[in-house]
């Protein structure tokens, strides 16, 4: 390779790198790739993309630079060759409620640019296109008012304008007017008359008052002529009837709803933007969701009754007045304290609840021995607790009510964000939030059809924009996400996803002689969208970039133009290149190779189970979001793997429905559930647990030994030490958390945080400690020569070889080490761990757990970040909490795992719209035979090629 065609690293030390050195060939499509913990992120994040970010610091004027501070050079010799570096991970996306795929993509700008270009106004209340008014029909229509009606005609002089409008009033007195109406008070004007500067007013003058009579007309022509051309735009008139009920009526010569309000005069981009006051819905302010009380939550167990505490805000029956009243509705709807709460008539419910309104119930109360009976009227447990949600000084008691908010659809705007003036307005006859709630390919079809129905004008102004908004949708379904909509928001969006948004957005862009660095993007791609995603990469290849990617996928690797495969072990045991090149010439001793090659296979001896259908959860009428009324079986006592593209309902069914009802069952969760008809068999478990991706921490403060508990042993252990017995330390001393033994400087964090203003807040290594959190005579505590702080630096590996003795601290760094974690560092702050690494940590903290034999394990894509190797470590930790009676369910796309499933639910048969329907259940024998199910097909291949 020439120099100029080559990036050429030499003497990476980064982390446990072994100082190696490689050239990476430009403009192509390269794979790194290696076990877990072998140094992939190292090469590609922190060594060349880190040190592409620095050089283009060093390119900026020193003045922007000091708000920067200096970005410190990777431990490396030389890296010659670089590009301009863009990063697209999994971390970096917006998890802002205001951001959603339109507005990540830019195609939301462009939407808003084309509405307000080519939008057309409607009546929200009759639906009818608006017309401009003209003088005449302003004046015939407020001459239709019945006869002997007094009015006021007025002119919008100022709108919610700040000023103290002296000189306004000085002139309108020297023409004669006597009357204003100032911020909806009608008011004399005098001589010297001003308002207060800095508030915001709302001025009309009073033109003329009269009373509709049939002689009036020419008078009222002229007065309506005068307030139009008084007006602050030209444009309106205010018609005010008074001593009537006649409701007061605005009307414009340009548009004016039939309510008498006006519509956006000027549309203009921000009238469509949720995240501007001009287009945002006043009552969520854009979010398209407001905090509420449910009374869902108010009765977790409807199986409870009142004397058991079914309405958790008023707890068990006690001493209150409100029981003498619960009694009195007890009694009008004949039913008692102990009656379930599932059979308490509806209408009896709702009034517990939602209170009775004017209606009263005959209350009993007692008094020196004689019975009295007063009529009462009761609120409800919703106002209870709003009252004290608002009410109380106590933040415990506040937090105690909003533990019974949910988030809930806006009333206002439905959950479209927009106001109602902004979705009045209509591009071929749809507006803009029900354009951006199209599935993407049915949002292309729109634009694609959307010329033909617009005027020649109209055509010349959206043909530019139409041109930028169908390139990016194409783009969005070129990698795999055309189950998306535009509206969808990006908190509900996977790394793997915001990924490939992010990557189509590179996509739009078209530079060239870039290189991108890119961390799994094909994490949530079923096989049948592998091949998009590819495409997609190999396209911003042929541009002219290079693009680098960090991946396990076989089908990512078998299209590289190069892998390079880093090992043989993970953490010390790793950190060097065992091969690179194309894959049919790489080296034999490389196990990535291998496995490519089908010499190593993924698999666990077993045998097909048989299903006892007595032992069966069974979930009936799923409808939440996509799902269309499913009944689904999950065998207990299993491995299930849950199936299906990406879209078809996977998420829905299990994170949304199944974990929040068995949530609420086993811990009595607020978790909301979608809808569903019953399920059974829950009498067969006894717990659940989520091992999500969700991070362990989001401080540095949070790290792999205290979210396990290996830490508190450790403490515990060192505060036993002679040298800690002899100082008096306890095991708090030992904390990093509290006062006493850590460093005050950083306050246990072994880093300072700095705040960069516009950019991400980074962290620096603390002075004082330099980096070990504790302070001087702390650290003096030593066991084999070693601090509490050296046994934070530790990995797992070289733990379980210090703390061999102590099985209680044993115990969980081997289960660490079972899931394929022992490389990472006891201390390693969360924030640096992977999403695939949280959840194996989370996996090892159950595994240490004393097992019962009848919990159900859900797992969302726990082999994100896993290599072949791994995965078979992984298998192999499932398979045990099966063998001791337990269930797994695997939200999964890897064909590894899913071939060896005892039972399989597929989902689909598309995303979005056209998914959610039950394909198939059964065991992987069963689904191969479906030729409807896109997994079965993948894994009819997959399984030929493994028995081969």
């Known amino acids: 390779m020439t120099a100029f065609n080559k990036i050429s690293i030499r003497g990476a030390r980064v982390h446990n790198l072994k100082n190696i050195s490689l050239d990476i060939p430009r403009n192509k499509f390269v794979v790194i790739t290696g076990i877990s913990g072998s140094g992939k992120s190292s090469l590609a994040f922190d060594t060349i993309y880190a040190e592409g970010q620095r050089r283009f610091m060093e390119t900026l004027s020193a003045y922007a630079?000091?708000?920067?501070?200096?970005?410190?050079?990777?431990?490396?010799?030389?890296?010659?060759?670089?590009?301009?570096?863009?990063?697209?991970?999994?971390?970096s996306t917006s998890r802002s409620p205001r951001s959603t795929v339109g507005t990540i993509t830019e195609i939301h700008d462009f939407i808003r640019l084309l509405f307000a270009k080519a939008g057309r106004l409607h009546d929200p209340k009759t639906g009818r296109e608006l017309q401009k008014q003209s003088e005449d029909s302003i004046a015939n229509a407020i001459f239709s008012l019945p006869e002997g009606t007094k009015v006021q005609i007025l002119s919008p002089l100022?709108?919610?304008?700040?000023?103290?409008?002296?000189?306004?009033?000085?002139?309108?007195?020297?023409?004669?007017?006597?009357?204003?109406?100032?911020?909806?008070?009608?008011?004399?004007?005098?001589?010297?008359?001003q308002l207060e500067r800095y508030k915001s007013h709302t001025v009309e003058l009073v033109v003329d008052r009269l009373v509709i009579q049939p002689d009036i007309k020419e008078r009222l022509k002229q007065s309506v002529t005068l307030a139009i051309g008084m007006s602050e735009h030209k444009s309106a008139v205010i018609c005010v009837p008074f001593e009537s009920e006649t409701p007061e009526q605005f009307y414009s010569t340009k548009y004016a709803f039939s309510d008498g309000t006006v519509p956006l005069d000027t549309l203009a981009p921000n009238n469509f933007s949720f995240n501007s006051p001009y287009g945002a819905c006043p009552t969520c302010n854009g979010l398209g969701e407001i905090r509420k009380l449910s009374a869902e939550l108010m009765v977790p167990d409807k199986t409870l009754s009142l004397n058991q505490g079914a309405i958790e805000p008023f707890g068990k029956p006690g001493k209150r007045n409100l029981w003498q009243v619960v009694k009195a509705i007890a009694k009008r709807y004949n039913f008692t304290l102990d009656t379930p709460a599932q059979k308490i008539p509806d209408?009896?419910?709702?009034?517990?609840?939602?209170?009775?309104?004017?209606?009263?119930?005959?209350?009993?109360?007692?008094?020196?021995?004689?019975?009295?009976?007063?009529?009462?009227?009761?609120?409800?447990?919703?106002?209870?607790?709003?009252?004290?949600?608002?009410?109380?000084?106590?933040?415990?008691?506040?937090?105690?009510?909003?533990?019974?908010?949910?988030?809930?659809?806006?009333?206002?705007?439905?959950?479209?964000?927009?106001?109602?003036?902004?979705?009045?307005?209509?591009?071929?006859?749809?507006?803009?939030?029900?354009?951006?709630?199209?599935?993407?390919?049915?949002?292309l079809d729109f634009f694609?059809?959307?010329?033909?129905?617009?005027?020649?004008?109209?055509?010349?102004?959206?043909?530019?924009?139409?041109?930028?908004?169908?390139?990016?949708?194409?783009?969005?379904?070129?990698?795999?996400?055309?189950?998306?909509?535009?509206?969808?928001?990006?908190?509900?969006?996977?790394?793997?996803?915001?990924?490939?948004?992010?990557?189509a957005s590179q996509l739009g862009s078209q530079l060239s002689g870039v290189l991108y660095v890119l961390d799994e993007p094909s994490i949530g791609l079923h096989q049948r969208d592998n091949h998009k995603l590819i495409d997609s990469l190999q396209n911003l290849r042929d541009i002219g970039n290079t693009v680098l990617v960090v991946e396990h996928d076989k089908d990512t690797m078998l299209m590289a133009d190069e892998i390079i495969d880093l090992g043989p072990g993970a953490g010390e045991h790793g950190g060097?290149?065992?091969?690179?090149?194309?894959?049919?010439?790489?080296?034999?001793?490389?196990?990535?190779?291998?496995?490519l090659r089908g010499e190593q296979k993924v698999r666990t001896e077993k045998t097909e189970k048989k299903i006892r259908e007595s032992n069966v959860l069974s979930l009936k009428g799923c409808r939440g979001n996509n799902l269309k009324n499913i009944d689904v079986r999950f065998p207990l006592g299993t491995f299930i793997c849950i199936t299906g593209v990406s879209g078809s309902g996977k998420s829905t069914l299990i994170n949304e429905t199944l974990y929040p009802i068995l949530a609420r069952h086993f811990y009595r969760s607020k978790l909301l559930t979608h809808p569903y008809d019953s399920i059974d068999g829950l009498k067969h478990i006894d717990k659940v647990v989520n091992v999500d991706q969700s991070p362990i921490g989001r401080t540095p403060r949070s790290n792999p030994a205290t979210y396990t508990g290996a830490f508190t042993f450790i403490r515990e252990f060192f505060a036993r030490l002679p040298e800690a017995q002899i100082r008096g330390y306890k095991p708090g001393r030992f904390s990093f958390n509290v006062k006493g033994g850590r460093c005050e400087t950083c306050q246990g964090a072994g880093t300072k945080k700095i705040e960069m203003n516009f950019l991400p807040d980074?962290?620096?290594?603390?002075?004082?400690?330099?980096?070990?959190?504790?302070?001087?005579?702390?650290?003096?505590?030593?066991?084999?020569?070693?601090?509490?702080?050296?046994?934070?630096?530790?990995?797992?590996?070289?733990?379980?070889?210090?703390?061999?003795d102590f099985p209680r601290i044993q115990r969980i760094l081997s289960t660490?080490?079972?899931?394929?974690?022992?490389?990472?560092?006891?201390?390693?702050?969360?924030?640096?761990?992977?999403?695939?690494?949280?959840?194996?940590?989370?996996?090892?903290?159950?595994?240490?757990?004393?097992?019962?034999?009848?919990?159900?394990?859900?797992?969302?894509?726990?082999?994100?970040?896993?290599?072949?190797?791994?995965?078979?470590?992984?298998?192999?930790v499932l398979q045990r909490l099966v063998n001791k009676g337990n269930t797994v369910i695997v939200i999964e796309h890897n064909l590894d795992i899913i071939k060896n499933a005892d039972w399989i639910v597929d989902l689909g048969p598309e995303g979005g719209d056209d998914g959610g329907t039950l394909i198939a259940e059964g065991p992987p024998s069963q689904i191969i035979e479906r030729p409807d199910s896109y997994t079965g097909r993948f894994l009819a291949e997959e399984m030929n090629v493994t028995d081969n």
């Not at 020196?368 to 709003?386: L, T």
């Open 347 to 443: 209408e009896a419910l709702n009034i517990l609840l939602n209170g009775s309104g004017k209606a009263s119930f005959d209350v009993t109360y007692s008094y020196a021995g004689k019975d009295y009976i007063y009529p009462q009227g009761f609120n409800g447990a919703i106002a209870y607790v709003e009252e004290l949600q608002k009410n109380s000084s106590s933040s415990k008691i506040r937090e105690w009510a909003e533990s019974f908010m949910t988030k809930q659809l806006c009333p206002e705007c439905g959950g479209s964000r927009l106001r109602k003036e902004s979705l009045s307005i209509t591009v071929n006859e749809r507006n803009i939030h029900e354009v951006e709630s199209l599935p993407l390919p049915a949002t």
């Open 448 to 503: 694609h059809d959307l010329p033909v129905r617009l005027t020649e004008k109209e055509r010349m102004i959206a043909t530019p924009i139409l041109h930028e908004i169908t390139k990016r949708l194409e783009f969005l379904l070129n990698v795999g996400l055309g189950y998306l909509t535009l509206s969808r928001s990006s908190q509900t969006l996977s790394g793997g996803e915001a990924q490939r948004i992010r990557l």
């Open 816 to 876: 660490m080490q079972s899931v394929g974690l022992g490389y990472i560092k006891l201390g390693q702050p969360s924030p640096l761990l992977s999403g695939g690494e949280a959840q194996r940590i989370k996996l090892s903290a159950e595994l240490a757990k004393v097992q019962t034999g009848k919990t159900l394990y859900i797992l969302d894509e726990p082999t994100t970040g896993l290599h072949f190797q791994d995965i078979q470590h992984l298998l192999d």
């Open 576 to 595: 060097e290149v065992v091969a690179q090149g194309h894959v049919s010439t790489l080296d034999e001793h490389s196990i990535t190779a291998s496995y």
């Open 762 to 804: 980074v962290y620096v290594q603390c002075d004082t400690c330099k980096g070990k959190r504790y302070n001087r005579e702390t650290l003096q505590v030593k066991y084999k020569g070693k601090s509490i702080s050296d046994v934070l630096d530790m990995t797992v590996e070289e733990a379980g070889e210090f703390f061999t």
């Open 65 to 91: 630079r000091q708000y920067i501070g200096n970005i410190e050079r990777p431990d490396v010799d030389l890296i010659e060759g670089l590009s301009p570096v863009i990063s697209i991970d999994q971390k």
């Open 158 to 193: 100022v709108t919610g304008r700040k000023g103290h409008y002296r000189e306004l009033f000085e002139k309108l007195l020297q023409k004669g007017f006597l009357r204003v109406r100032i911020d909806g008070e009608f008011r004399e004007m005098e001589k010297g008359m």
